[in-house]
């Protein structure tokens, strides 16, 4: 990375960058042999699947904060707020909200478009299909959507399908294959740098069809974010800062990672509680945040922590493929989000109205979390009428699964981790790699136990976040 003493971070960072206290400058990831692990963070990576703060594997890098402007003078790293989360809401109602949201959406969309062949990932979800709903009818030929789903799992391609239908897209379909992670493994870390586990960013298996596809007059539309600036969490406006960190711990912490943490925590001799050290970081990273409306400041702790240290990680996959453009991750959406009234937030209420206005038929495809209902109504979902349909679907489910032994895939990890050959390659990381020059080997096997023989939903995170810390401690070698 070229040499400067200043450097500014936007709102939601893309691309993550760190000051190497070491060398005084910034860099991109480049560690020395020679830097300090810092354990303490990496037990709450495993824990919680991404880093909290500024923290690092190592204590001599450290990441650059959202939206702050760093100048190195000296030996010395200055920084200031470029931008800060607040709530300030105006005297809206969802119709004005709306409003205000549609300009704003539409111009970022049409700005990031223009001129551009348009790459669209499509799914059951609101936030792929507001996008859909934002590109203009006379450039449907320029888009080519897709969608993909697992091997023997839930059809998300479906809703894509539809999507692409209504609006004229062109569309391809695609199944994640079972065993497809190992071909993939090294290129990942190439590119999160094993800052993500690996079976969560599952287009890392069409990454050979995006790098034919993508190039630098293409722009791949990724609708990550709206899911979380648009919605709110189920707790009152005020709430303790105690109760808010318990909070915002619960939604972190991962199945079974709080029993990695502590493990790891003892095992490497570490002073202090482990589950008494990550509530403490996290009230002190929620304190740091100058919003009193609790529903609010959990958003912004989610946007200035989770964004970057995780989901951002994750579009690594799109961004070494070509140009990529996330509305919900700029600006302008931002600083609408600080103006809005929480009723009017929550329940994705902004999204659900704005793509009602642009397209009924659109709106009347059904929403993958209240399937089969639409947006006109979904609210009927858990009614009584309703019922006699789910039973059916349920025990359709179980019967296929229990008397023909065809389960629902649900979950990239059950493709990956269950079955011989996966399990071949994953012992030859967890047992025989550089993972048991820092982890004890009987302490790998109680949870690779656990995870085949006892619950293997609730261990799943836990070998995954191994696995992520295998690859890490062999490429330091």
């Known amino acids: 990375m070229k040499s400067i003493n200043q ?23 480049y560690p020395e042999p020679h830097y300090q692990l810092d354990y303490e963070s990496i037990c709450v990576f495993a824990a919680c699947g991404f880093f909290l703060g500024d923290t690092t594997f190592f204590r001599e890098l450290k990441t650059l904060a959202p939206a702050t402007r760093y100048t190195i003078k000296g030996h010395k790293l200055h920084k200031e707020p470029t931008w800060s989360w607040t709530y300030e809401p105006d005297d809206l109602t ?29 799914s059951g979800g609101l936030d792929s299909r507001s996008l859909a ?23 998300e391609p479906f809703y894509g399908k539809r999507i692409a239908e209504v609006k004229g897209f062109s569309f391809e379909s695609f199944n994640i ?27 890392i298996a069409i990454k050979h069809w995006l790098d034919s596809i993508c190039n630098r007059n293409s722009i791949l539309l990724l609708g990550h974010w709206g899911d979380v600036l648009f919605d709110g969490a189920d707790v009152p406006d005020s709430l303790p800062e105690e109760e808010i960190a318990g909070y915002l711990k619960k939604g972190i912490l991962k199945k079974g990672g709080s029993e990695l943490g502590r493990a790891l925590w003892r095992h490497w001799g570490l002073e202090g509680d482990f589950d008494r050290y990550l509530h403490a970081r996290i009230r002190t990273l929620a304190g740091e945040i100058n919003i009193k409306n609790a529903r609010s400041k959990i958003r912004a702790f989610k946007s200035i922590h989770w964004a970057p ?18 509305p919900y991750y700029q600006r302008e959406i931002c600083e609408l989000i600080t103006r809005i009234p929480e009723e009017i937030l929550s329940g994705r209420k902004i999204q659900i109205e704005y793509i009602k206005r642009k397209s009924t038929a659109l709106a009347k495809i059904p929403w993958q979390a209240f399937s089969p209902c639409h947006l006109y109504n979904y609210g009927d979902f858990s009614s009584f009428k309703n019922l006699p349909g789910r039973v059916i679907r349920k025990l ?20 990956q981790f269950h079955g011989a050959f996966n399990e071949a390659q994953l012992k030859q990381y967890l047992y025989h790699g550089a993972l048991t020059q820092h982890v004890d080997k009987q302490l790998i096997q109680q949870f690779y136990r656990a995870f085949q023989f006892e619950d293997s939903v609730h261990y799943a995170h836990v070998i995954s976040m191994l696995l992520t810390l295998a690859v890490f401690f062999e490429r330091q070698q």
Do not use: M
């Not at 450097?7 to 990831?29: G, M």
């Not at 909200?97 to 111009?107: M, V």
């Not at 080519?144 to 023997?152: H, L, Q, W």
């Open 396 to 415: 359709s489910r179980i019967t296929s699964e229990k008397v023909f032994g065809r389960k629902l895939i649900q979950r990239n990890w059950e493709n």
């Open 309 to 326: 240290r995780w989901t951002s990680t994750n579009l690594s996959v799109f961004s070494d493929a070509g140009p990529v453009f996330l």
């Open 133 to 155: 709903a934002a590109i203009p009818e006379d450039r449907r030929h320029d888009v080519c959507s897709y969608s993909y789903a697992f091997e023997k799992g839930v059809d």
């Open 177 to 203: 294959p079972r065993e497809s992670l190992w071909r993939h493994i090294d290129t990942l870390a190439d590119l999160n740098h094993c800052f993500s586990e690996f079976t969560h960013p599952r287009q």
């Open 94 to 122: 969802l119709e004005r909200a709306t409003d205000l949201f549609e300009s704003i959406f539409d111009s970022l969309v049409a700005r990031a478009i223009a001129k551009k062949r348009i790459i669209l990932p499509l």
């Open 7 to 29: 450097f500014s971070t936007d709102i939601i960072p893309l691309d993550a960058r760190y000051y190497d206290s070491n060398k005084h400058c910034f860099t991109e990831w």
